[in-house]
């Protein structure tokens, strides 16, 4: 059964230094691997996509990395801006489709300004 | 293309009501996927369904709730006779017919709040 695990819960940082975020799950039988932004009152926005072939993505300040064998990914947030505090949540899609995505519980990020 | 659209955004109702919670995914989307996100913990999947059709609903609750994804209009998630426990966010998600599995497009959510 897959378990996808985030940590830190909560983090807060002061802006401008960069950071980064984990996410652990324990099978790498997965398709893809997504990390999600949510913010109080709205839904979920997806950040990136990352293919079980593929090792990293990257969007703006924003890189994500899966490393499959051993079950981790890592968001990393370059220059933090307070614009940044919210949720990231990891969330796996499995190789079977008729399987569901699990999602982490979240790191509840604040940036300091 | 509009996105995943949900409505309505906030929704209160009294114990005991029945709450209907409507999505309507992107379009030449045929699947639909519910969730349910309770104060303080992660998403938790609730119901897949294709048109027609509920594909897996393993993480219903066994009453109460319902979903229903018709030939035309939107999908539907059902709760009858409301208790506090159900205020939850409750999003919807739709990815497109595909052999393999898809990115997740999610819609913006529906907060639902029980007195």
């Known amino acids: 059964k897959q378990e996808v695990t985030q940590i830190p819960a909560a983090l807060s940082v002061p802006e401008g230094e960069n950071l980064v975020l984990n996410c652990s799950f324990t099978?790498?039988?997965?398709?893809?691997l997504q990390w999600f932004r949510q913010d109080p009152g709205k839904g979920l926005t997806s950040l990136l996509l990352?293919?079980?072939?593929?090792r990293e993505q990257t969007s703006g300040r924003l890189n994500a990395s899966l490393d499959k064998s051993s079950g981790r990914s890592t968001l990393y947030i370059a220059a933090s801006q307070p614009g940044d505090s919210a949720t990231y949540l990891c969330?796996?899609?499995?190789?079977?489709?008729?399987?569901?995505?699990?999602f982490g519980k979240g790191t509840r990020l604040h940036i300091l300004p | 293309n509009a996105g995943v659209m949900q409505n309505p955004r906030h929704l209160v109702r009294r114990r005991g009501q029945e709450a209907r919670l409507r999505c309507s995914p992107m379009?030449?989307?045929?699947?639909v996927y519910w969730y349910r996100q309770l104060p303080e913990e992660g998403l938790k999947f609730m119901v897949y369904?294709?048109?027609?059709?509920?594909?897996?609903e393993s993480g219903m609750p066994k009453e109460r709730f319902s979903a229903e994804f018709p030939k035309e209009g939107p999908s539907i998630l059902r709760i009858q006779q409301v208790v506090r426990g159900d205020s939850a966010a409750y999003f919807c998600?739709?990815?497109?017919?595909?052999?393999?599995?898809?990115?997740?497009?999610f819609g913006p959510g529906t907060r639902l709040t029980v007195l």
């Open positions: 998600a739709s990815s497109p017919p595909s052999l393999l599995t898809d990115t997740q497009y």
């Open positions: 099978d790498s039988a997965i398709y893809n």
């Open positions: 990352i293919q079980s072939s593929q």
């Open positions: 969330a796996v899609s499995p190789m079977n489709r008729d399987d569901k995505i699990i």
């Open positions: 379009k030449g989307h045929s699947h």
């Open positions: 369904l294709q048109k027609e059709n509920i594909i897996d």
